[in-house]
């Protein structure tokens, strides 16, 4: 699965990266904001390949991706999206009150994830060596790694200052500034002296601010607005000293005065709150968490007890509000869905639930719970059954979280602490939800979904090629409607087999309504003309292509992206080139020409389909070092010149020059080898035999 370009291809379907002025996501999701929320095609999102499902919540819109959800976010930030600095329009909805807590908080907390996960399995690391006598708590090592662990809660009030910044659209330097003012050493030791501490006049409460939540949130909301108005104030020729020094001079006094005071009270009542539910109904909590959790992560609510459980962690050193819950929900759901994959006769079912139900058990729920179990429905009931009953025992045991990772086995070191007990109860917690829901998933059964018949075995392989062909080559800088060309799509169907016709058409019509395709989109129309039906094969013949190049031969396993040294585009090989001049390995016809010139697609007159892709990544260059006249649909001759091309420019901008020489259409062939004297001397000159393609019984040789 290619997704780089489903990152494109959601931000196109998102109304484009203008549209887009908030991107952040999550371990499984990416969580979108938008200028104007109509321009959103949701039901083209959820049929994208590779999309789990898409969510409405919390103010957010929510595409769920699985594991691989950064490679996205990451293609998705390079293309500059959620940094468009737009305000939404009027008819943006901004949801009740209740949906606005959830969106901040989980704004808030979402870049903060990796830093307190880290610190938490360092604890969860120390403990362990800890009880097995390797270290000892009295050892340097043992405090230079706790003081590593400790720092992300310590200045906790720093990180979650950059979130909020983010979420409340000011100055992120300027908020993590003041959230290092509420901790500062000075402050710590004008407490320890206590007397009377005064601002110009004013009585101030010193607190200590360290593993805070509330304080920085409310502060950086106020930030917000003093920005906003030192804008206004500040006159244009000395606003770029003036408008810091308001903000500052206002905020941060502010926060020591009344903000930040007032945060500590809501701090110390809602882990008063908290506290004694505990103590008066210890399963309570867990229960609720263990059988709910799943309805809270559909409804985009699960942030709501992450600053209690933070606020635990960084005050007691553990948490029992979000931790034993989560560890028997989570256990359940995979048990649950590794149910259906052993029940289902469905093979495609199977796969995906074998798949997602493992990942669960580690503790990503997402895949699970949109792929399989929330559609399937009855199982979903049963791992919130099973949830809850663990739960019951997690909070009847006062099973605690020592550290913040999604709980599941994979995170198990978390429940591992001073109480040696604790990690026992954890296990069984984790036995009672396996045992309970795999019970109830295969009592109250499912409804099996029909598989789809097979198609002939020749076809489905046929379309399988053409599928991957297509997704591998916009993975290249190659968009759908050009990854068609390249294929001699133009006659030929997008892979209606693997996609799924309605998710062929939802891909041809998102290309096509990209901006300024021109080309592309031509042979998007050309190619989803045809996008359902049946493939007719092509007389192939025997042939040797010759070398487009000179230079050194290399595997196509060399090639520094899985798209080709995977094979998914075809067989071939690649050259490391020493001149930079490509010229035709066969006579026939240009089936493709990207604008950046990197990328050649030809016909050969005996049926072989030819990509030859210069260097890796270079589509990001736009043409720039490339010279070519080429046209799609020109004649070319062997030895013919396409393009010219900068070695020297194109290596110092930083892209490998490696360049894959494909026959895309390789399955067609009985082989396509390398020429025995080009592997053994590693070498080949321009015009140079290069690859042998053997044509099947029966067909005729060139």
Request: charged share 10%.
């Amino acid at each position: 699965m290619n997704y780089k370009q489903l990152g494109h291809d959601i931000i196109a379907l998102c109304g484009g990266k203008a549209n887009i002025i908030r991107l952040t996501h999550c371990a499984t999701r990416l969580r979108l904001e938008f200028s104007d929320r109509s321009q959103v095609q949701d039901k083209a999102i959820e049929q994208l390949p590779g999309v789990i499902g898409v969510v409405e919540s919390g103010g957010q819109f929510q595409i769920v991706i699985g594991n691989q959800v950064q490679q996205t976010y990451r293609t998705m930030l390079d293309a500059g999206s959620g940094t468009a600095g737009a305000k939404p329009v009027a008819s943006a909805s901004k949801g009740g009150v209740f949906s606005q807590i959830i969106s901040v908080i989980s704004t808030t907390f979402t870049p903060v994830i990796p830093a307190i996960t880290g610190a938490g399995m360092i604890k969860a690391l120390l403990a362990i060596l800890k009880l097995s006598g390797l270290i000892t708590a009295a050892s340097t090592t043992y405090q230079l790694l706790d003081t590593i662990a400790d720092a992300a809660f310590f200045f906790l009030p720093v990180l979650l200052a950059y979130g909020a910044a983010i979420k409340f659209s000011c100055n992120p330097i300027l908020a993590m500034t003041i959230a290092g003012a509420l901790l500062h050493p000075n402050l710590a030791q004008m407490l320890a002296k206590g007397g009377e501490i005064t601002f110009i006049g004013i009585d101030v409460r010193l607190a200590d601010y360290a593993g805070s939540v509330l304080p920085i949130i409310f502060t950086v909301w106020i930030m917000s607005w003093v920005e906003r108005f030192a804008e206004r104030v500040s006159p244009s020729m000395i606003t770029f000293f003036t408008k810091p020094m308001i903000v500052l001079l206002v905020t941060a006094p502010l926060a020591l005065v009344a903000i930040g005071p007032f945060g500590i009270l809501l701090n110390d009542l809602v882990a008063t709150g908290a506290a004694a539910i505990d103590g008066r109904a210890s399963w309570l909590i867990p229960m609720l968490m263990g059988g709910l959790q799943p309805f809270l992560v559909i409804t985009g609510t699960a942030w709501a007890m992450t600053p209690i459980a933070t606020m635990q962690l960084s005050r007691q050193g553990f948490e029992t509000i979000n931790g034993p819950g989560m560890l028997a929900s989570n256990i359940a759901q995979g048990a649950a869905t590794l149910c259906v994959a052993l029940k289902t006769k469905n093979k495609d079912l199977k796969q995906l639930a074998s798949s997602a139900g493992f990942t669960a058990l580690l503790g990503i729920t997402e895949p699970s719970l949109y792929g399989v179990t929330l559609k399937l429905k009855r199982p979903l009931i049963a791992a919130m059954i099973g949830g809850g009953c663990a739960g019951i025992y997690a909070g009847l045991s006062g099973v605690v979280r020592y550290a913040f990772v999604s709980p599941g086995l994979a995170a198990l070191p978390a429940f591992i602490g001073e109480n040696p007990m604790n990690i026992v109860h954890a296990l069984i917690t984790c036995l009672i939800a396996i045992v309970v829901t795999f019970a109830l998933t295969w009592v109250l059964g499912f409804d099996d979904p029909q598989p789809v018949a097979d198609a002939p075995q020749q076809d489905a392989a046929e379309t399988a090629r053409q599928g991957e062909a297509t997704r591998a080559a916009q993975a290249a800088g190659v968009t759908a409607a050009q990854a068609a060309g390249v294929n001699g799509l133009a006659s030929q169907p997008v892979n209606a087999s693997v996609m799924g016709t309605v998710q062929a058409r939802a891909t041809c019509a998102s290309v096509q309504s990209l901006p300024d395709s021109g080309e592309v989109a031509t042979l998007a129309t050309a190619s989803c003309s045809s996008a359902v039906q049946t493939p007719q094969a092509n007389a192939l013949r025997s042939e040797t292509l010759l070398s487009p190049l000179s230079g050194r031969v290399l595997p196509l396993s060399a090639v520094p992206d899985d798209v080709f040294s995977l094979g998914l585009l075809g067989q071939g090989v690649a050259i490391e080139p020493d001149r930079g001049v490509l010229v035709s390995p066969v006579a026939g016809e240009v089936m493709t020409f990207l604008p950046s010139k990197h990328a050649v697609g030809i016909k050969s007159d005996g049926g072989a389909e030819v990509l030859i892709h210069i260097g890796i990544d270079t589509v990001n260059l736009n043409g720039e070092h490339f010279t070519s006249s080429l046209q799609v649909g020109d004649r070319v001759s062997v030895g013919e010149v396409l393009v010219t091309f900068d070695i020297a420019a194109i290596a110092a901008a930083g892209y490998p020059l490696i360049t894959p020489v494909l026959v895309v259409n390789s399955e067609d062939y009985q082989s396509v080898t390398a020429v025995t004297a080009v592997t053994a001397s590693g070498q080949v000159e321009t015009g140079a035999a290069l690859l042998a393609l053997s044509a099947r019984s029966g067909e005729k040789t060139a």
